[in-house]
């Protein structure tokens, strides 16, 4: 099956950096999730999005959902050290509630 | 609230054996999914339950794998006879039903090794 591609595939920074991370596909999404991953847990959700263009934030997160509908961004800023985890994109269409993840990211915070 | 509950947490078995998975979702959830995580990857889509019928299992390998969920409640998902490629980690989400987009919660995951 599908799996849309995550870059980086992992990143290592140093607590109070912030990070960006993207999501492509090869198809297009109606809607785009981000979720997290912590060890031995399921995902979380983080933020959702809903249209084309749209720039939502939840805190020190802030993600977009591309205009072309193939890709949507993820921002942290000033890393602490709880945002160490997996991060994994998600799309859905309309009428149908199956996800597509992607591949993931991995963030490790150097101390 | 109770999240998603999953048993066992950890399984270890010898390719050909077989192994159940029980799910439990979050109450009046209609919607039960179960995903495959495979090491290193996003978690993929076997099965999706809507109460006890079967909305999409194009991605369940049905030689091997089935799943039910008789009274629209509990799920079990079960592997016979396991591949060594079934080493993952075993998913189940749940979500309500009604328009618009409805979030998927996950459980903790069933960790499936097979040697």
């Known amino acids: 099956g599908q799996q849309l591609n995550q870059s980086p595939q992992s990143m290592f920074i140093q607590e109070g950096e912030d990070v960006s991370m993207n999501c492509t596909s090869s198809?297009?999404?109606?809607?785009w999730l981000w979720y997290k991953q912590d060890p031995g847990e399921g995902p979380v959700l983080l933020i959702a999005l809903y249209k084309a263009g749209e720039l939502t934030s939840n805190g020190r997160l802030t993600a977009q959902f591309g205009i072309t509908r193939k890709d949507s961004f993820l921002n942290i800023s000033a890393s602490i050290p709880s945002d160490v985890g997996i991060y994994f994109c998600a799309g859905r269409n309309f009428g149908n509630e199956k996800l597509t993840f992607g591949t993931g990211t991995r963030l490790t915070i150097i101390p | 609230e109770a999240g998603v509950a999953q048993s066992p947490r950890y399984k270890i078995i010898e390719k050909r054996q077989s192994v159940a998975f029980w799910c439990n979702p979050i109450s009046g959830h209609a919607t039960l999914y179960w995903y495959q995580q495979i090491l290193g990857q996003g978690p993929k889509l076997l099965i999706q339950?809507?109460?006890?019928?079967?909305?999409?299992d194009s991605q369940l390998p049905k030689d091997r794998f089935s799943a039910e969920r008789l009274k629209g409640v509990d799920s079990t998902l079960k592997i016979q006879p396991a591949k060594l490629e079934d080493s993952a980690v075993y998913l189940c989400?749940?979500?309500?039903?009604?328009?618009?987009?409805?979030?998927?919660?996950f459980g903790p995951g069933t960790r499936l090794t097979v040697l």
């Open positions: 989400a749940s979500s309500p039903t009604g328009q618009g987009y409805n979030e998927q919660f």
């Open positions: 198809s297009i999404f109606n809607t």
């Open positions: 339950f809507q109460n006890n019928g079967v909305v999409d």
